[in-house]
């Protein structure tokens, strides 16, 4: 994602003022998805979708939920970083085809949904609201920070039958150290923020690993990465799939990370694997 000069200008600034504003800055960036405005493939699940506001207590923010068609068997949909509750349509629109109906959200800070800054911890707290007011799920889908929530919404007791987790990242301190690159950060920064989130929320960044998580995850799950995704590499898929106990990972090619959820063939395998 291409960084304005201006945010890279006001980073490289910071820097020379204070250390201790300098992570400040960089953990309120961090925090803040841009909103992207919804394409027009999306725009026909935006309509035909009943949604309406979510209030999470756990987190003290209300999300957006989208009801997308009538089947009594339904699957939960986890966009990710910058996404929106439409963003896997495509696997809807199959899924609804079959009889199936999904749900999905707005996660904070996200689409319609208020608030300007989040953090993993609310997209799991969101996602298990989820189960709690309109479950129970058949499987789940997740896409990049939303792969990462369902392995950890699983460990915190979600309860689905399966799970497919598509370009899913794995370590936040891996996710915190590309952000300091691509913001021309120095790279004790990285150090920095990991800090300061962990005294903010009071624990480790490693209990939200995507691959610790999944040692937890005895469902049957289907991971899908592509190996030319230069977003969340590849090598992040196979962390988490070696330490799942019932796996499957398939591997695809020059599909990067967001062309992937309009592939036919990785919506079959998806639909298939939720199926069999």
Request: aromatic share 8%.
């Amino acid at each position: 994602m291409k960084i304005p000069k201006s945010i890279l200008l006001a980073a490289k600034i910071s820097q020379f003022i204070s250390p201790k504003l300098t992570t400040l800055f960089a953990a309120k960036l961090f925090t803040t998805p841009v909103k992207h405005k919804m394409p027009r493939r999306e725009l026909e699940m935006d309509k035909n979708s009943r949604q309406e506001k979510l209030f999470i207590p756990k987190i003290n923010k209300s999300v957006v939920v989208y009801h997308y068609g009538n089947g009594h068997k339904k699957i939960l949909l986890v966009h990710g970083w910058s996404g929106r509750g439409t963003q896997l349509v495509k696997f809807a629109d199959e899924l609804l085809k079959l009889g199936y109906s999904t749900i999905s959200f707005d996660a904070p800070a996200h689409g319609k949904s208020g608030s300007k800054t989040t953090i993993m911890p609310e997209f799991i707290a969101s996602t298990l609201e989820m189960e709690k007011q309109f479950g129970p799920f058949e499987a789940a889908i997740g896409h990049s920070l939303g792969g990462m929530t369902l392995m950890n919404a699983v460990k915190r007791g979600l309860n689905i039958k399966k799970a497919v987790i598509i370009g899913s990242g794995d370590k936040i301190k891996d996710v915190l150290i590309e952000f300091v690159k691509s913001m021309h950060f120095n790279e004790n920064v990285a150090e920095k923020m990991k800090v300061y989130f962990e005294n903010k929320f009071g624990e480790s960044l490693e209990t939200y690993a995507a691959s610790e998580a999944a040692k937890s995850v005895m469902i049957p799950t289907l991971v899908i990465h592509d190996e030319n995704d230069y977003e969340v590499p590849i090598f992040c898929g196979k962390n988490i799939f070696k330490n799942l106990p019932n796996a499957e990972m398939i591997v695809t090619k020059r599909l990067g990370h967001r062309k992937i959820l309009g592939d036919k063939e990785v919506i079959e395998k998806t639909i298939n694997f939720i199926q069999k």
